[in-house]
């Protein structure tokens, strides 16, 4: 029982922006950020495997003294077995996506179609998207895979085979889930990082445009990241609390302070735990409305994945028909995102079926 809450536990402490450890995920899709702002939404992923070195690696990987910023030079992609497409070496004035994925990870395999859409999208303007895997020890697997996926994994493929370029970006900043992608601008800086269905589509329009501000961003980026930890006491107490089975006039204070301070991402990850993982007899369905609709209202109810929970802590509290127009909104929120739609329409039929019986 305790294993399975710090689990549970880690999966709302990490976000795509400041990742420790995220094992799995609770929402399938993450909010779509303001133009120029940290991802907002935690999404999935799972903790990096150690690369898998070659017999007779090229190279040692370089050691990692600290971890890099956004803004520095990309680390180039040497030392890595090419799997589909030809090698790439980054060119000035030419915008790359080097993304790390393993066959094993779940949630890599999810946004497989959504980089080959990325790769379409922006070719023209000269983006190539890479994904790397460090399974070195399964080439042949890795080949079967990329070729059993086809059309479906429409980008450049390779296999780090040294832990070189792992160490240059993986471990240089220091993000141990994937999958995770980085974006290297004109200039071969890296300028991006984080999960390639949080802001990476919005961030990489910028950059390609020559529009993107680099260091507003990384400010911003610190910001969010020092709150994170500042909210992460909170949640660890809170979520103690619920474990410990503590009662509610105990857990609640906890949550108040937690839903003034948090962001709408923390909000509404504590929320979708709460209804959807822990333990039946630990739901406070009460509280969990109250941050689920926090993090709607600060975010203005135009967020597709939090009106999501918001919708479902209001079904939960038995409140259905508000439940209903909260979904209804969010399916049309996410129109151009046909899975996470069909997702939130079969939500939006069980809130219906409830309210005809």
Not at 317 to 331: F, L
Request: charged letters at 25%; one cysteine or more; glycine letters at 6%.
């Amino acid at each position: 029982m305790m294993g399975n809450i710090k689990v549970r536990i880690l999966r709302i402490l990490t976000l795509a922006a400041f990742v420790s450890i995220l094992i799995g995920c609770s929402k399938k899709e993450p909010a779509q950020p303001e133009s120029s702002s940290p991802s907002s939404q935690a999404v999935p992923a799972v903790p990096m495997k150690p690369v898998e070195k070659a017999p007779a690696p090229a190279a040692a990987p370089a050691a990692v003294e600290s971890k890099a910023q956004l803004g520095q030079p990309a680390v180039k992609l040497d030392g890595l077995t090419w799997i589909k497409g030809e090698p790439v070496a980054f060119q000035a004035g030419k915008v790359y996506v080097v993304e790390f994925w393993a066959t094993w990870c779940g949630p890599c395999k999810a946004t497989i179609p959504h980089l080959t859409e990325v790769q379409k999208k922006f070719k023209d303007q000269g983006v190539t998207v890479v994904g790397v895997s460090n399974e070195a020890k399964n080439l042949e697997k890795v080949k079967t895979f990329v070729t059993e996926q086809g059309d479906n994994m429409d980008y450049t493929v390779a296999v780090d085979t040294t832990g070189t370029v792992e160490t240059g970006y993986m471990k240089a900043y220091e993000q141990r889930g994937i999958p995770t992608a980085f974006i290297v601008d004109g200039a071969g800086n890296v300028v991006w990082y984080g999960h390639p269905l949080a802001d990476m589509d919005e961030v990489l329009t910028q950059v390609a445009a020559g529009t993107f501000d680099v260091a507003a961003y990384a400010k911003v980026k610190a910001e969010r990241e020092a709150q994170q930890r500042q909210a992460q006491a909170l949640i660890m107490e809170y979520i103690t609390g619920l474990r410990d089975d503590k009662p509610v006039e105990q857990t609640r204070p906890v949550a108040e302070k937690l839903i003034e301070m948090a962001p709408a991402d923390i909000l509404n990850q504590i929320a979708w735990f709460m209804l959807t993982e822990l333990d039946e007899a630990n739901r406070d369905y009460p509280t969990a409305l109250k941050l689920a609709e926090k993090a709607n209202n600060l975010t203005e109810g135009k967020e597709a994945s939090l009106l999501d929970t918001y919708a479902l802590a209001l079904f939960k509290n038995g409140k259905v028909a508000e439940a209903i127009a909260a979904q209804t909104k969010a399916v049309e929120l996410a129109a151009n995102n046909k899975q996470m739609q069909e997702e939130l329409k079969t939500r939006l039929d069980e809130f219906k079926a409830a309210l005809s019986q």
